[in-house]
């Protein structure tokens, strides 16, 4: 009963890094002179703030239990061998599954960054072999 609730765990934060590469941070876009909008912003950032760097601690922690709640199941039930032929299955779906998540993220963020339409992008090269300077003197972007 553990394990599966540990192996739902894993899913439910694989299905999130997913959803969450693949909605690339909304709220980046947002007008936020409206208050709500504000809030809605700043509650968004804060949930994928939170999530990006608590998940892999959890999902680490719950393969950590599915390996030990596995193992006690094995020993009692059945042989070595079938046990290592789970572990090993369960590793390489895992693996798959975090693949998956990877291709779909790359494939639906862009490489580079695209400034709206009221933004300045600045790209800065730093492995540069001179010193290079940057003025911007009296600039509008109206």
């Known amino acids: 009963m553990i394990r ?6 894993c899913a439910i934060i694989t299905i999130g890094f997913a959803a969450l590469g693949i909605v690339n ?13 504000a809030v809605l912003g700043v509650a968004f950032h804060s949930f994928e703030w939170l999530f990006v ?14 390996v030990l709640t596995f193992k006690k199941e094995c020993i009692v039930n059945r042989s070595v061998s079938e046990m290592k032929k789970k572990i090993i299955g369960s590793i390489l779906a895992i693996a798959v599954v975090l693949a998956l998540v990877f291709i779909v993220y790359y494939r639906a963020v862009p ?32």
């Not at 599966?4 to 765990?9: K, N, Q």
């Not at 941070?25 to 909008?37: F, H, R």
């Not at 760097?53 to 599915?66: E, Q, T």
């Open 4 to 9: 599966w609730l540990l192996i739902a765990l």
């Open 25 to 37: 941070s909304p709220y980046l876009g947002w007008d936020y002179c409206d208050p709500e909008t």
């Open 53 to 66: 760097r608590v998940a892999p601690i959890l999902f680490l922690a719950a393969i950590v239990g599915i």
């Open 111 to 142: 490489d580079e960054y695209v400034p709206a339409a009221d933004e300045i992008a600045l790209h800065i090269q730093l492995d540069t072999e001179e010193d290079i300077g940057l003025l911007v003197y009296d600039y509008r972007a109206d």
